[in-house]
């Protein structure tokens, strides 16, 4: 099947720093990627929906200028987590859509970010 | 608006059957997911349902009702390693899943 890859898989950072997570599609051609944070005994929380090439579509309470999405080509979104905090602190997980099949989504491994 | 309801938490035993619900309302719909996550883990689908009925793969069956906004999974002969929580997410008009808080499955033997 599908594979989604993200990296890296686990990253601890300083309060203040900031951290890029790269998603990436490995056998298909992903025109909209997906960025979802999971907090401890929640579900997932949609943050923002990204289209190769055009500007990231961010949820209502999601601040675009602290997470910059990046989908700069068909197989690969950035997320950057700018001036982190340990609120930020979160699993961060990717999911792509094939660009044939818009009722497929693939998810990435996940992301845990954790800011001391 | 756009809403999920599935129960918190539910409890079976090896080896029995046991069934989450899922009730949506959603803007549109293109479909109605089960997906699976482990703790630490992400979700790994499970099944897909965009007509009514039942459909089975090994274990799992899952069922949808588009008239009655409903959906089920159905787990049979449970064993310890299905101890995760299901998502259950409806996809809307606009192609974005719409996410259930999940069930968290705990299997005691």
Known sequence: GAVVSQHPSRVICKSGT???????????????????????????????????????????????????????????????????HPEDSSFYICSARDGASRETQYFGPGTRLLVL | GQNIDQPTEMTATEGAIVQINCTYQT????????????????????????????????????????SKGYSYLLL?????KDSA?????????NYQLIWGAGTKLIIKP
């Not at chain 1, 990627?33 to 579900?43: A, C, E, L, N």
């Not at chain 2, 049979?76 to 310890?80: C, H, N, P, V």
Request: glycine letters at 6%.
């Open chain 1, 18 to 84: 900031s951290v890029k997570i790269e998603c990436r599609s490995l056998d298909f051609q992903a025109t909209t990627m997906f960025w979802y944070r999971q907090f401890p005994k929640q579900s997932l929380m949609l943050m923002a929906t990204s289209n190769e090439g055009s500007k990231a579509t961010y949820e209502q309470g999601v601040e675009k200028d602290k997470f910059l999405i990046n989908h700069a080509s068909l197989t690969l979104s950035t997320l950057t987590v700018t001036s982190a």
């Open chain 2, 76 to 80: 049979k002969e449970l064993q310890m």
């Open chain 2, 27 to 66: 803007s549109g719909f293109n479909g109605l997911f089960w997906y699976q996550q482990h703790a630490g883990e992400a979700p790994t689908f499970l099944s897909y349902n965009v007509l009514d009925g039942l459909e089975e793969k090994g274990r799992f069956s899952s069922f949808l009702s588009r």
């Open chain 2, 85 to 93: 929580s299901y998502l259950c997410a409806s996809m809307d008009s």
